[in-house]
T-cell receptor
């Protein structure tokens, strides 16, 4: 069966520090991969999606970037964090063609 | 522009009572429709989905939802709520692009009174 791993679960970082969040999927090949951000009391905002290795698309301009160095690995990064980057970050995958999204357990990021 | 609305930000029901969470979408065609549930500090879990066919779909945990094309709605229902159903519920639409572009509603927070 397919599983998704996302880490770390929580992270506290100072303003201006770098960020790296990692997500890996097991049990499937060529998944579509996604990074979402969930601000407190709000819905989910799609940040990045990827349909293949090194194929990344950004939905909104921001201080963050994403990379997909391997088929089932998706990384969210920042060179310098802002206070506004605080939030709950969720990685998700889906198989090609229409299918539900499958989410990781999320990373709670607090920028201080 | 495509959008998903969930008119109720927060709902409180008594355990054993029935539940209906509302969802409306704005899209030129019929999208794929989903309901997800999120427990505090956790990721989202799929409750049910609608792709085509029977407009009443059954999901996990005793939930069901009905797609009404004329109203652009996909309301979630449960006949008898359990305390463990307290969570955040998200309606979502898949716009059928090549990468499953999914738009989420703002969510409805459900509290259950014992």
């Amino acid at each position: 069966s397919q599983t998704i791993h996302q880490w770390p679960a929580t992270l506290v970082q100072p303003v201006g520090s770098p960020l790296s969040l990692e997500c890996t999927v097991e049990g499937t090949s060529n998944p579509n991969l996604y990074w979402y951000r969930q601000a407190a009391g709000r819905g989910l905002q799609l940040l990045f999606y990827s349909i293949g290795i090194d194929q990344i698309s950004s939905e909104v301009p921001q201080n963050l970037s994403a990379s997909r160095p391997q088929d089932r690995q998706f990384i969210l990064s920042s060179k310098k964090l802002l206070l506004s980057d605080s939030g709950f970050y969720l990685c998700a995958w889906s198989i090609r063609e229409a299918s539900p999204l499958h989410f990781g357990n999320g990373t709670r990021l607090t920028v201080t | 522009a495509q959008s998903v609305t969930q008119p109720d930000i927060h709902i409180t029901v008594s355990e054993g009572a029935s539940l209906e969470l509302r969802c409306n979408y704005s899209y030129g065609a019929t999208p794929y429709l989903f309901w997800y549930v999120q427990s505090p500090g956790q990721g989202l879990q799929l409750l049910l989905k609608y792709f085509s066919g029977d407009t009443l779909v059954q999901g996990i945990k005793g939930f069901e939802a009905e797609f009404k094309r004329s109203q652009s709605s996909f309301n979630l229902r449960k006949p008898s709520v359990h305390w463990s159903d307290a969570a955040e519920y998200f309606c979502a639409v898949d716009l059928k692009t090549s990468y499953d572009k999914v738009i989420f509603g703002p969510g409805t927070s459900l509290s259950v009174i014992p």
